[in-house]
């Protein structure tokens, strides 16, 4: 864990959250690595998302790393109390439950707002209000009805993206809004409910094809079957079963291109003079640079593209990337300690501040790990939260 050379942009703001799975966790997560004090509220038996199996096992560690953690039963009047107490000291509420569940607690923004006026409330749904706001989503529902999984995959074969972009994003939006809203608090004096949504997230990720169909009348073609913009765009499959993406984006990089491998005669093919030219010519372009590439393995072929700045990439599997030399020595990754006490890795925010990354300040939570400690700075006794935990209230010790 390290400890920032300077005050973050966040410190002294306090969060507490209601939120589990990604949405939620991952604003948390982005206003705690900008130095706010986040405080996760959890039920007695925990997030549910700290015992996901498979490709949910990293939400836990990744999400709610630099938070504290408290247990409580919100279901019972004493721990609404200890929690309308908590966010009475706080600055933003953020939560991902329906909001029904809110309303019943007593924890809905109306409610909170009423109290303090200047709380900022951050709501992550599955749609903003509309037509669609009573329907049950998830990432990979917004995918299929968003256009996202139909540009991701072949025809008649919608995939969903590898990764969850929408609850991610929809969590960095909901930081963003979270952002605004202090700003604009400091002017107005007042606080005001942000909300997100995964729906129109997605919205905004394919907007860039729903302009495309906008200025040519054209509707796009998924991914695989798009028409690349680009002459040279394409994986290559190489010696020793290798695979590389190669590209080269412009007339300057053809040139440069068939320089370094000596395809003068490509060069010099009035076929092949202008991008436009080598787009309309990849039918049998393409196939004759795989024929003439193949016998390079990956390596030789990054030397030749990386000497000479044209764009590359190696096909590289997720868990590779713990080794990954720019992440290591550019201080992409920390180390962190889970909540089984193993050592690991984990990716910071793709950002600096004033030359610094924003590193990990604390451990992912276990359990109730910061309730003793928060009840006591609430003002409650030792003997006030032995009593609580004998209670079923609290978490027993």
């Avoid at 390290?2 to 604003?27: D, N, Q, W, Y």
């Avoid at 990754?333 to 004033?354: E, F, I």
């Avoid at 359990?367 to 409650?380: F, I, P, R, T």
Wanted: charge should be negative; proline fraction near 7%.
């Amino acid at each position: 864990m390290t400890t920032p050379s300077k005050p973050l942009p966040l410190a002294g703001i306090r969060v507490v959250e209601f939120t589990h799975m990604v949405m939620g966790p991952t604003c948390g997560m982005v206003l705690a690595d900008l130095g706010a004090e986040v405080i996760k509220v959890e039920p007695l038996g925990g997030d549910s998302t700290r015992k996901l199996l498979g490709s949910g096992a990293g939400f836990y560690p990744l999400f709610n790393r630099n938070k504290k953690s408290l247990a409580i039963d919100l279901q019972s009047a004493k721990g609404r109390e200890v929690v309308l107490r908590l966010i009475a000291t706080a600055d933003i509420v953020s939560e991902n439950f329906k909001a029904s569940t809110m309303q019943k607690l007593g924890l809905d923004y109306a409610t909170l707002s009423k109290l303090d006026a200047r709380l900022i409330y951050v709501s992550h749904k599955g749609f903003l209000p509309g037509p669609y706001d009573h329907r049950t989503a998830l990432d990979e529902v917004v995918q299929m009805m968003g256009g996202l999984a139909y540009m991701t995959g072949r025809p008649g074969d919608p995939l969903r993206a590898g990764s969850s972009v929408n609850d991610i994003m929809g969590g960095m939006f909901g930081a963003i809004g979270a952002m605004a809203a202090l700003m604009q608090r400091q002017h107005t004096g007042k606080g005001q409910e942000v909300e997100s949504a995964l729906f129109e997230n997605n919205v905004f990720l394919v907007a860039q094809h729903m302009m495309q169909f906008a200025i040519t009348g054209k509707a796009p073609d998924p991914m695989p079957q798009k028409i690349s913009p680009w002459g040279i765009y394409d994986v290559f499959s190489v010696r020793n079963q290798e695979q590389i993406f190669l590209a080269v984006v412009g007339d300057t990089q053809w040139a440069v291109f068939c320089k370094g491998f000596g395809f003068d005669d490509l060069h010099a093919d009035t076929r092949l003079t202008t991008n436009n030219d080598r787009v309309l010519a990849r039918a049998w372009l393409i196939p004759l640079l795989r024929e003439r590439l193949a016998h390079h393995t990956a390596a030789e072929l990054a030397a030749v593209f990386e000497q000479n700045g044209l764009p590359f990439a190696p096909i590289t599997d997720p868990q590779h990337l713990f080794e990954d030399p720019h992440l290591q020595q550019t201080g992409g990754l920390a180390p962190m300690t889970l909540p089984d006490g193993r050592q690991t890795q984990v990716p910071l925010l793709p950002l600096k501040l004033d030359g610094e990354r924003l590193g990990l300040r604390l451990d992912p939570p276990k359990l109730d790990e910061h309730g003793s400690e928060l009840l006591l700075g609430l003002g409650y006794s030792e003997s006030d939260i032995a009593a609580m935990r004998a209670d079923g209230i609290l978490l027993p010790e």
